[in-house]
């Protein structure tokens, strides 16, 4: 790891200011900045911890709807009794991530700003564009049975690695941030991450210095919430495909698809299509996907598990 030095302000605006700094990046929980540290992936000369900014809340909006500090611990987020009880999609994908020793650490803005697990990523000695820009992308002619299947392109397959965020997506979560001159913007969840282009490495829309200090949910979506995550392992591993979804008893609903993209993947246009069934609607869903040949069996997957969630909803 090479060295850095380290500063802890205790409010937003000294955060803001600190962060200017050449090389200099926030940390929260570092579940995730702190591996990549030390393998020499991020360098940051100067970190900025941020734990002492108050942002660790989570509050009831006026609309009926929740107001969630950007330092909430996932834990904290998962057993709160307004999520349980009117959110059960976001505390079932929260839940389903990693360990209760990383949730305990992780934050929901440091969950949203993760970066990818694929392993052409983090191994320094192979060409990766998300990593060094213009290097190449490994993946395309690698292993790339847990990759991207839609929404990418000749520069990366890469995927988002979040349970959270795909719940977030379905459920029409809004960031808010402060940006470097002190002023405050609401991001869309669908907004926030950037599909891979020719510029991968750029992954969300955050301006330089740009703080993320909540995100809040709308009232909540009536039916039934359930988040299904398949992967290789039963715990401590990423998806391979996810699904949130908030089924009506009438078949209706909203889904969001997490293991198939570079960002939380839903597409509201197909959704009226839930009602005549898991086919119709993942035809429309991946209308636009391009698998390799070692993920080609996700495109089924996810036709599946969309089916099993659909009777599942169906069950009650």
Request: charged share 20%; proline share 6%; glycine share 8%.
């Amino acid at each position: 790891m090479k060295a850095f030095t380290f500063q802890k302000p205790q409010t937003a605006e000294s955060a803001l200011a600190a962060v200017r700094q050449p090389s200099a990046k926030f940390i929260a929980g570092g579940t995730n900045l702190l591996d990549l540290m030390k393998l020499e992936i991020e360098t940051p000369a100067h970190l900025v911890d941020i734990n002492g900014l108050g942002l660790d809340k989570i509050e009831a909006l006026p609309d009926g709807g929740l107001r969630i500090g950007a330092l909430v611990r996932n834990t904290a987020l998962a057993a709160d009794a307004r999520v349980r009880r009117d959110y059960g999609v976001l505390s079932r994908a929260l839940l389903a991530g990693a360990s209760s020793q990383l949730r305990n650490k992780a934050t929901t803005a440091g969950n949203l700003l993760q970066r990818t697990r694929c392993p052409y990523f983090y191994d320094t000695n192979q060409p990766c564009n998300k990593r060094q820009p213009g290097s190449g992308c490994s993946a395309i002619e690698g292993f790339s049975r847990q990759h991207a299947i839609i929404g990418t392109s000749s520069a990366c397959i890469a995927t988002h690695p979040s349970d959270m965020a795909v719940a977030m997506r379905v459920l029409d979560a809004q960031v808010e941030t402060l940006r470097a001159d002190q002023t405050r913007r609401i991001i869309p969840i669908a907004d926030l991450h950037r599909l891979p282009g020719t510029t991968p490495h750029v992954e969300h829309i955050l301006e330089p210095g740009e703080l993320i200090t909540a995100v809040t949910l709308p009232k909540p979506v009536a039916g039934t919430h359930i988040y299904r995550k398949v992967r290789d392992r039963a715990s401590y591993a990423f998806a391979l495909i996810s699904v949130a979804a908030i089924i009506q008893p009438d078949g209706s609903g909203r889904i969001a698809v997490g293991g198939v993209a570079h960002k939380p993947w839903r597409v509201e246009a197909a959704e009226p299509q839930l009602r005549s069934g898991a086919e119709a609607f993942t035809r429309q869903l991946l209308a636009n996907a391009n698998p390799t040949h070692d993920n080609a069996f996700k495109l089924p997957l996810v036709q599946r598990t969309v089916a099993s969630v659909l009777a599942d909803a169906r069950k009650g």
